[in-house]
């Protein structure tokens, strides 16, 4: 299984591994840099809103990569 991860950063990308390593066999974690869309230090309502925009492109970065 691969799974994508919207962030680069290889402490977070080998946590993902770890946990779903738990749950599932050989799993391939992949770190993708997507942008959040927010200012560069979020506060407040605007964190939120940043990790939901980078589900969204990480989601549109995996649909453009499949096709």
């Known amino acids: ?39 560069e230090q979020p506060v407040n309502e605007e964190i939120y809103q940043g990790a939901k925009n980078r589900v969204a492109n990480l989601k549109k970065y995996a649909k453009e990569k499949r096709n």
């Open 1 to 39: 299984m691969k799974a994508l991860i919207a962030t680069k950063n290889s402490g977070k990308i080998e946590a993902a591994k770890k946990a779903l390593n738990r749950y599932f066999e050989n799993v391939e974690v992949e770190g993708i840099s997507v942008p959040s869309d927010v200012s």
